[in-house]
């Protein structure tokens, strides 16, 4: 990962906060300690694959064109290859793989929904895109945390796994996980 964030200044703290976020959550549904670890792992390495993307779709400061955004979304296959053949890391490597998938089978690389996601990979879409919201990016302005939760909560069952999202946002201060 320092490889990477060495190439892309936004990845540099990133990988660490979606750990985090990643790991409070599998605490809170008190996954097994082996399980909630793989969590953490995957969320510090879940943007691996982005070492395979070219630098000027990487470092680009706009938005990206259709077909550059058709290349970034080969990171999460590519991250896989990485580590699919790393002992003890196959589990990550899936939720790595799996990351941008959507509970309602809109996402990517294959298009799985629902409980067919790995659960690991589940918890790591909504601290991804938790975090992606609250930091700063060229292309768009930041988001408060109550303007990311509320955007977290509107897309459970679609993006996100709605239980999930909820006790996410039941994390998160001043937000309980039953308000619409």
Request: hydrophobic content about 40%.
């Amino acid at each position: 990962m320092n490889t990477l964030e060495a190439r892309d200044s936004y990845t540099a703290g990133h990988s660490q906060r979606v750990s985090d976020l990643a790991a409070s959550l599998a605490h809170e549904l008190r996954l097994p300690s082996w399980s909630a670890s793989a969590i953490h792992i995957a969320g510090d390495l879940h943007d691996i694959g982005k070492v395979g993307i070219p630098d000027g779709i990487l470092l680009k400061s706009g938005r990206l064109t259709p077909a550059e955004y058709e290349v970034m979304q080969t990171h999460p296959v590519i991250g896989f290859e990485i580590l699919k053949g790393v002992k003890g890391l196959g589990e990550v490597a899936l939720m790595v793989r799996h990351h941008h998938e959507r509970y309602d089978g809109k996402g990517y690389p294959d298009g799985l929904a629902g409980d067919d996601i790995p659960l690991g990979a589940r918890i790591l879409a909504i601290a991804d895109s938790f975090d992606a919201m609250t930091s700063n990016r060229t292309y768009r302005p930041v988001k408060t945390r109550e303007a990311a939760l509320e955007e977290l909560w509107r897309e459970r069952g679609r993006q996100f796994d709605p239980y999930l999202a909820a006790c996410f946002c039941g994390l998160q201060p001043g937000r309980p996980a039953t308000a619409a």
